[in-house]
């Protein structure tokens, strides 16, 4: 079947580039990526939305300056971080 596609010129001659590496012709190139694309799609694995739980509150405990990495660590860890 024909059919008119039109290419960004630089992905063009990257094509035909390849084609004539690999001796294949421009539309043997095009069918092998199309179909690998959609091969590659068939494959893709649905997934349930992720669900993280909340906690009511909304406020950080005290001490806690989200700012702060390595003080926030310690408290994560348990040990007093230094203020």
């Known amino acids: 079947m024909r059919t008119t596609v039109r290419l960004h010129d630089p992905l063009l001659a990257e094509a035909k580039k390849y084609a004539a590496e690999t001796g294949k012709t421009l539309t043997a ?3 092998d990526a ?5 091969a590659r799609r068939k494959h ?3 997934r349930r ?3 993280l739980p909340t906690f009511p509150g909304g406020k950080l405990q005290p001490g806690v300056d989200l700012d702060d990495s390595s003080a ?4 994560m860890e348990g040990r007093d ?3």
């Open 81 to 83: 971080a230094p203020h």
């Open 34 to 38: 199309l179909r690998e694309t959609l």
């Open 49 to 51: 939305p992720l669900r």
């Open 29 to 31: 190139v095009i069918e």
């Open 72 to 75: 926030l660590l310690d408290l």
């Open 44 to 46: 893709t694995i649905k």
